[in-house]
């Protein structure tokens, strides 16, 4: 069985002794990262850190090494994501923090996404997202971003405070088949459905499918404004996108 | 460097999918005492303005947060039927607007503008 001392980065043998408390989960961990390069191990401590740039660094240079992408998965990324979801559930760490290994994470796999485009491995569809115009909340739209990549979709992210142009122009670019809005304010949820008005009017209404979502928004009222599909949360969002992106 | 087997990567999202399903089922209820823009410090990473806002704890530091977690914070977002009634209204208002707008065309209407966009 593997020891604590057979893995050699110093930050995962800490990380490990300090916020994995199961026993199950201590064993695996350990059974994980002492078979990994350490090459791999740098990439999940770069990841536990939320240091995106050197998961993007380490992550090319394991790459150009001849490492093979899914051991940079198995090894890097989602080792290292495997430990900030126990630090997550232990309250050790909160959503800030995940969203930013969320982020690191990310920064490896734009090196693995065209291995897999030129493996012929499509993404599941790219989706636009942004919070209305008028709204500074993002943390809802992040973590539908979030469990979007996660699940194999290509996302562009506009970032808060978009207009209806913004979210046209993207969608126009991009081709984007699905787009997704989300208001943290019933002041700035009627923006929802400009946006939809806008669409129309510049003849872009029929060439994507639009869901909305955030904590004032209702089923009814998705309805009442026009769109697509409403989600309620992050995973609801990620199911209505693959089934919008097949709509 | 090997083709990625599709299955094999497959199983691999499968898993990130999990991972991030949980997380984020956690941070709902993590939610409901905690502000989500809360860091691990007890700082505010949020970009608006919020009155559990308080001064950094040092001098260039992030503000802090002063929420003392005894309440669920969300009732504060809770929309209240008169605003939703606002918000619905308004809604109502914009369709009918457009629709206006639609039958009877304006030639001075502005066309999409391409060009306001965000720096």
């Known amino acids: 069985m593997a020891e604590l001392s057979d893995i050699q980065n110093e930050t995962i043998r800490d990380e490990i002794e300090e916020y994995i408390e199961r026993p199950a989960e201590?064993?695996?961990?350990?059974?994980?990262?002492?078979?990994?390069?350490?090459?791999?191990?740098?990439?999940?401590?770069?990841?536990?850190?939320?240091?995106?740039?050197?998961?993007?660094?380490?992550?090319?240079?394991?790459?150009?090494?001849?490492?093979?992408?899914?051991?940079?998965?198995?090894?890097?990324?989602?080792?290292?994501?495997?430990?900030?979801?126990?630090?997550?559930?232990?309250n050790f760490i909160f959503v800030p923090e995940v969203?930013?290994?969320?982020?690191?994470?990310?920064?490896?796999?734009?090196h693995i996404e065209p291995i897999l485009s030129a493996a012929g491995v499509e993404s599941q569809g790219l989706v636009v997202m942004g919070t209305v115009k008028g709204d500074l909340h993002d943390i809802g739209k992040n973590l539908c971003i979030m469990m979007l990549r996660g699940s194999g979709f290509e996302v562009v992210d506009l970032g808060v405070d978009t207009s209806a142009d913004e979210f046209m122009d993207a969608v126009e670019e991009h081709k984007a088949p699905v787009m997704g809005m989300s208001a943290l304010l019933t002041t700035t949820m009627p923006n929802m459905g400009k946006t939809i008005e806008a669409f129309i009017d510049a003849d872009l209404r029929d060439d994507v499918q639009i869901m909305v979502?955030?904590?004032?928004?209702t089923q009814e009222f998705a309805d009442d404004m026009g769109a697509d599909g409403y989600g309620k949360d992050a995973l609801a969002c990620v199911d209505l996108a693959k089934s919008l992106v097949k709509a | 460097?090997?083709?990625?087997?599709?299955?094999?990567?497959?199983?691999?999202?499968?898993?990130?999918?999990?991972?991030?399903?949980?997380?984020?089922?956690?941070?709902?209820?993590?939610?409901?005492?905690?502000?989500?823009?809360?860091?691990?410090?007890?700082?505010?990473?949020?970009?608006?303005?919020?009155?559990?806002?308080?001064?950094p704890a040092e001098a260039e530091g992030e503000l802090m947060c002063g929420h003392d977690g005894a309440f669920d914070y969300r009732a504060a977002w809770e929309t209240d039927p008169?605003?939703?009634?606002?918000?619905?209204?308004?809604?109502?208002?914009?369709?009918?607007?457009?629709?206006?707008?639609?039958?009877?065309?304006?030639?001075?209407?502005?066309?999409?503008?391409?060009?306001?966009?965000k720096p």
Request: hydrophobic share 40%.
């Open chain 1, 213 to 217: 979502g955030g904590a004032p928004v």
């Open chain 2, 82 to 117: 008169e605003s939703f009634e606002k918000a619905k209204a308004k809604i109502d208002k914009i369709k009918r607007e457009a629709a206006h707008r639609r039958a009877a065309p304006d030639d001075t209407a502005e066309p999409h503008d391409s060009e306001n966009q």
């Open chain 2, 1 to 55: 460097m090997a083709d990625i087997d599709r299955e094999e990567f497959q199983k691999r999202l499968d898993r990130i999918s999990e991972l991030f399903g949980n997380m984020v089922t956690h941070a709902d209820a993590q939610a409901s005492t905690r502000c989500p823009y809360r860091n691990r410090f007890d700082q505010c990473t949020a970009k608006f303005h919020c009155r559990n806002q308080r001064p």
């Open chain 1, 99 to 110: 969203l930013a290994c969320a982020r690191a994470m990310k920064a490896g796999m734009a």
């Open chain 1, 26 to 90: 201590i064993e695996r961990t350990i059974g994980i990262f002492a078979q990994a390069q350490p090459l791999m191990q740098r990439i999940a401590a770069a990841l536990l850190e939320g240091d995106h740039q050197l998961v993007d660094e380490l992550a090319q240079q394991a790459l150009n090494e001849g490492v093979e992408a899914l051991e940079v998965m198995d090894f890097g990324l989602i080792a290292g994501m495997g430990i900030v979801g126990i630090k997550f559930r232990e």
